[in-house]
């Protein structure tokens, strides 16, 4: 594989820094505000596609940012596994622009330069993240996408904004710096670097390494990296839904969570690779492990009656697919885990964009106060019927890629009880979204909910919606697009 220094890295995560500071200077005029935003989050998709016709023809793009000792530095790299997160990451920035603009004006949200600006750097740590090419450089973005997204999380300056943002930072911060340095200084005393593989398959670790201190930094790394949401360190996510929706949409589908799924499916794949992980036989204990919060996590969704709390939990279910499919260490499995993080991207930020449309045109967040909405909202409650399919994996939706990936994946695996997760998953997924597009389209409509008159909101927040979940269809539909860059990771 032919690697190229490029600076077309830096500039990808210079854009977003520079677009935060731009935020700040225009923040008095909302409009030129808002148009340096949405130039930013262009100019970082402009750049990241231009990889595109490299990356797919085998090569490698590396930039050093300093270099602090032999084995230690900041660097960045474009290999086909960043393609598919900074693809996912850059594209949607663009849409969260034109909706935050049409949710935060339209409720009259205060701090809407800080929102701004706050917005833009953690799409800084995200594509910083998505772009390293060591554990060290992933760490510092991973930590920067945990303290810029603090303000936003604590949006509103309450008692409920203040405790979920403590919470937040808390289980974060806390478990990357209690499990995630240590076991990067270990690492580094065995390897003498912390530099990821070139292939998924080898790994970075010496046989010469005793077995149990490889288990020991794996299980370090697999929790630490705590915003990935598995149990029993999930609490932080749902606690964060007291921000503002177009936060929890940035948190679940483009930035937080899939940095934590990310950095976590990077270091299975590269530090540790599939054949340690056979070798060591790691992979199915994983999956069970995950299978857990998949279950648990689905069954809590069932009882929530706040629609973002309701999103929240199927989002920890969700993103333990990615872990598991990886876990599986069979080619349909890690391609079904890897394609999950575009799929589930797209679709769950349409069901949060749909959730933030029903608050703003009907003001209402529980399930059952939204009896009959759909014949007032038919657009929003199209679109969030579209993206729940895809969550329940229904063919042709994105959804349908994933589960069968991984369906297949635990059948090469030879694991009839993991095939048995995935199916009850999904009838469960069935029957947390199902109720709500029923009840939204044929439900009887309440008093409350008619008074004032329900409506669609404006174009800024229904747009973007209706498009996001277009691409699920798409995606579903022409898999080939993600699915090229998932297959050149393949041990």
């Keep these: ?62 930039w050093t940012l300093v270099e602090l000792l032999p084995g230690l530095s900041f660097t960045l790299r474009a290999d086909p596994l960043s393609m598919v997160f900074a693809l996912t990451a850059s594209s949607l920035w663009i849409l969260a622009v034109f ?53 936003l999380v604590a949006h509103h300056q309450d008692r409920e904004g203040y405790a979920g943002g403590r919470k937040y930072l808390a289980y974060l911060t806390v478990t990357a710096k209690a499990l995630v340095l240590p076991a990067m200084v270990l690492l580094y005393v065995l390897n003498g670097n912390l530099d990821f593989a070139h292939d998924s398959a080898s790994g970075v670790l010496s046989e010469g390494v005793h ?39 940035l948190l679940h589908a483009v930035a937080v969570v899939k940095v934590g799924v990310f950095a976590t499916v990077r270091v299975m794949l590269y530090i540790f690779g599939t054949e340690t992980m056979a070798d060591l036989n790691l992979g199915l204990p994983t999956a ?75 003001h209402r967040k529980k399930i059952s106060e939204m009896g009959g909405l759909g014949r007032a909202m038919p657009w929003t409650f199209a679109a969030f019927a579209i993206a729940s399919l895809s969550m329940i994996g229904v063919p042709g939706v994105a959804g349908f890629i994933s589960k ?16 048995l997760v995935l199916l009850t998953s999904t009838l469960l997924n069935a029957a947390y979204f199902g109720p709500i597009v029923y009840h939204g389209f044929f439900g009887e409509q309440t008093a409350e909910s008619s008074d004032p008159p329900v409506r669609e909101a404006s174009p800024l927040i229904v747009v973007p919606l209706i498009i996001t979940a277009i691409l699920s269809v798409l995606i579903g539909i022409f898999p080939g697009f993600f699915m090229q860059f998932v297959q050149l990771v393949l041990p």
């Design 99 to 151: 909706y935050s603009a049409g949710y935060m004006r339209g409720l009259g949200e205060r701090s809407q330069t800080r929102f701004g600006t706050c917005f833009a750097l953690a799409l800084f740590g995200a594509i910083g993240c998505a772009l390293s090419d060591n554990l060290l450089t992933l760490y510092l973005f991973y930590e920067i996408v945990s303290i810029t997204t603090y303000p």
């Design 288 to 362: 069970w492990f995950v299978s857990i919060t998949i279950i648990i996590a689905s069954l809590i969704a069932l009882g929530k009656d706040d629609l973002k709390a309701r999103l929240a939990f199927s989002t920890v279910s969700q993103l333990a697919y990615i872990v598991l499919g990886v876990a599986l260490l069979t080619p349909y499995g890690i391609a079904g885990g890897l394609i999950h993080i575009a799929n589930h991207a797209f679709a769950k930020i349409t069901l949060f964009f749909c959730a933030g449309a029903i608050y703003v045109g009907a």
């Design 404 to 419: 069968w990936h991984l369906l297949l994946g635990a059948w090469d695996a030879g694991s009839m009880g993991l095939i």
């Design 211 to 249: 077995r149990w201190v490889v288990t020991g930094l794996y299980i370090a790394f697999l929790i630490g990296f705590a915003k990935n949401g598995l149990m029993p360190l999930h609490q932080w996510l749902p606690g964060a839904m007291v921000a503002p929706t177009p936060v929890s949409a």
């Design 1 to 62: 594989m032919e690697t190229i220094t490029d600076p077309r890295l830096l500039i990808a995560i210079l854009v977003p820094l520079l677009g935060a500071g731009l935020i700040m200077v225009t923040g008095r005029r909302p409009n030129l505000r808002e148009g340096v935003t949405l130039l930013a989050a262009v100019t970082l998709f402009g750049t990241v596609i231009s990889l595109i016709p490299d990356i797919l023809a085998g090569r490698t793009f590396t």
